[in-house]
């Protein structure tokens, strides 16, 4: 589990409520997270590997530039897999181990490596799951900047920067103000915790509140772009429009089902610590409520990693390919040249997810849309393909498996 109470748990004066949650049934709690983690890593990579049936693997790249936007998606299972990788070997050293949890919560205890252990494993956590916000926060912008300025691939390398320079130094920031001035006598009180939270919590919450906005924005210029090219909102238009709209709903859905019961088990953790008895009657429904959120946390989030590679893509199945060759024909949908019709048009089946590919082959393009069309391939899922003619007419079909 991605919350910041278990690097709060590294320090053996941890605060009461701190204890609390982390101390109420270790064993199941352990249990549960290790599961939820396992299974959510192996379906995650189940996910991603090739598969005879034509399934383009996601970050499978045969075009030399592939766009920015299926790179992305792409690092975002990466960077969950690896999250849930950290997970399932702390929550399984904590129960094949239990000597360690004990180690950590002696104070004179001069053994370090429990918590060198405890603090590794929990920044391991932390940075990625803080990167797989950050790389969710650049699709919205990717995507959105894509569809308003038709801009071709998008600069990666800045998003390499902007989201592991942003990962690792909140990341680095927010544990060394915690564990200030060591990890065996870690200062006491909120305000000290508050710099660790925040800069946990901030780009979760970014992602929450900022993603909305850009896919929103999204989809109402891809129904102007729509509508722009004949005057008219036919049924295959509106059938795309859903087709994106459906998307970006799975990627926020999926997103918020998984981390707002951290959200609302902090501010019960927090209202908590403000209390001078924790041990109050009075708040024996807020700390089952506190408790019910820890589980649930504990196995919700590592199955973000599973979830999110099912709202990029949808299932892909069992049938992997473990075929060295075959896994080099693989392709993503084929883009073909224009060539002369019956009725004189050009007609051109648009890769969905190559903007760089779309740029190269526009230029091969006469006639009006172009720059519609391209802009709004980069959205579909799937293997959805755009039929564009000279005639600015076009229809959405099924591209099929490439043989």
Not at 132 to 139: E, N, P, R
Request: aromatic share 12%; hydrophobic share 45%.
């Amino acid at each position: 589990m991605a919350s910041p109470r278990l690097e709060t748990f590294c320090c053996p004066n941890r605060d009461s409520a701190t204890e609390f949650v982390v101390s109420f049934q270790p064993v199941l709690f352990g249990a549960l997270s290790v599961a939820s983690a396992a299974l959510s890593l192996c379906l995650a990579v189940l996910q991603i590997l090739p598969k005879r049936k034509g399934y383009r693997r996601l970050g499978q790249y045969p075009l030399p530039r592939p766009a920015s936007s299926s790179r992305i998606l792409f690092i975002v299972s990466i960077c969950d897999i690896l999250g849930c990788t950290g997970i399932v070997v702390r929550s399984s050293v904590w129960l094949g181990v239990p000597s360690i949890i004990d180690q950590i919560s002696e104070a004179n205890s001069t053994d370090v490596l429990p918590e060198v252990f405890c603090v590794g494993s929990a920044m391991w956590i932390q940075l990625f799951f803080s990167a797989s916000f950050w790389w969710t926060f650049c699709y919205a912008v990717d995507v959105f900047l894509v569809v308003k300025t038709s801009a071709g691939i998008s600069t990666i390398i800045l998003y390499h920067m902007i989201t592991w320079g942003l990962a690792v130094l909140l990341c680095i920031e927010g544990v060394a103000m915690l564990y200030y001035p060591s990890i065996s006598d870690c200062e006491q009180g909120l305000q000290h915790a508050i710099p660790h939270y925040v800069t946990t919590y901030a780009p979760m919450l970014l992602v929450l509140i900022v993603n909305p906005v850009f896919f929103n924005r999204t989809i109402s210029a891809v129904t102007s772009l729509l509508k722009g090219r004949q005057g008219i909102y036919t049924e295959n238009e509106r059938r795309l429009a859903n087709e994106i709209k459906l998307r970006f709903f799975k990627i926020m859905l999926v997103f918020f089902v998984c981390w707002i019961p951290n959200i609302i088990n902090e501010s019960l953790l927090f209202f908590l610590e403000m209390q001078t008895d924790i041990n109050d009657n009075s708040l024996r429904n807020i700390k089952n409520a506190a408790l019910i959120t820890w589980f649930i946390m504990g196995i919700l989030n590592p199955m973000q990693a599973f979830l999110n590679t099912l709202a990029f893509h949808g299932w892909t199945g069992f049938d992997v390919d473990f075929s060295m060759q075959r896994r080099r024909e693989l392709t993503w949908d084929s883009v073909s040249t224009s060539v002369p019709n019956a009725g004189g048009n050009n007609t051109l089946g648009t890769t969905l997810l190559y903007q760089s590919h779309v740029q190269d082959v526009k230029r091969n393009l006469i006639g009006n849309g172009q720059h519609q069309s391209d802009a709004i391939s980069v959205l579909s899922e799937g293997n959805w393909a755009l039929s564009v003619t000279t005639s600015s007419q076009y229809d959405l079909k099924w591209a099929g498996p490439v043989k």
